[in-house]
């Protein structure tokens, strides 16, 4: 796997932006103002990308090779890196906003509902803005 830093810096500034506020409103929401502070849905982006990043270009290589030769093949390897990238980053919000691993669950799915409606609603902006040109 090549390692391109470009797209790593993109990454993270784009997932800043857009997904910050969202996992800050749900770690607020359910962990509570004081512990969830912006700057930690912030560092909860930025180093989530940068361990995935980390853990795509060297760890991923050697279990790619390991689960080429068992039966499940390419469906165990995909399922295997998607469950460790999942337990990074319930770690990082349980280490961030101070809570369980099931709230750290909780915050993170609600973190996703909150994204997909800021993403319809800018979408519907977009659209708008989009039609009045």
């Known amino acids: 796997m090549i390692f391109n830093l470009f797209a790593l810096v993109i990454n993270i500034i784009i997932s800043v932006i857009f997904l910050s506020p969202a996992l800050w409103l749900a770690g607020g929401a359910l962990a509570g103002r004081e512990k969830a502070k912006f700057t930690d849905a912030v560092a909860i982006i930025v180093v989530g990308i940068i361990v995935g990043a980390i853990f795509d270009a060297f760890v991923l290589g050697f279990f790619e090779l390991l689960f080429s030769m068992l039966p499940l093949g390419a469906l165990g390897f995909w399922l295997f890196s998607y469950l460790i990238r999942l337990i990074i980053w319930l770690a990082l919000v349980k280490h961030y906003f101070d ?22 609603v800018l979408a519907f902006l977009g659209l708008a803005l989009i039609a009045l040109i």
């Open 99 to 120: 809570c369980g691993w099931l709230k750290a669950l909780a915050i993170s799915i609600l973190a996703i509902i909150l994204f997909a409606i800021i993403a319809v």
